[in-house]
Nanobody, 117 residues
Framework: QVQLQESGPGRGKPSQTLSLTCTGT??????????WHWIRQPPGKAKEGIGY???????DYNPSLRSRATISRDTSKNQFTLQLSSVTADDSAVYYC?????????WGQGAQVTVSS
């Protein structure tokens, strides 16, 4: 069983760079994960994909966030990271990490991030 846990500051100020980390635990299934995704859900809105990093290291992003989002990984720590630059209040949301593997799909519990001055 894979478990994912998001971590990072719960608050940020406009124009700052938001950084969130997702740590995966759970035997060798971690090695079989094909895609690691970041997804967010603003209050009162539907979930929105931010981007992903594949097991090959390839990344792709939601076009609306491509200019501000960077996803990277540290396979030695089973971690992957989201950096979102120039944040505004519209970036306030619950941020989730999600992993897709042949064995199934795994979600973190979500991390609330609030951007305010």
């Amino acid at each position: 069983q894979v478990q994912l846990q998001e971590s990072g500051p719960g608050r940020g100020k406009p124009s700052q760079t938001l950084s969130l980390t997702c740590t995966g635990t759970g035997n060798s299934i971690i090695d079989d994960i094909y895609y690691w995704h970041w997804i967010r859900q603003p209050p009162g809105k539907a979930k929105e994909g931010i981007g992903y990093i594949a097991y090959t290291g390839k990344t792709d992003y939601n076009p609306s966030l491509r200019s501000r989002a960077t996803i990277s990984r540290d396979t030695s720590k089973n971690q992957f990271t989201l950096q979102l630059s120039s944040v505004t209040a519209d970036d306030s949301a619950v941020y989730y990490c999600y992993a897709a593997a042949p064995s199934g799909a795994y979600w973190g519990q979500g991390a609330q991030v609030t951007v305010s001055s």
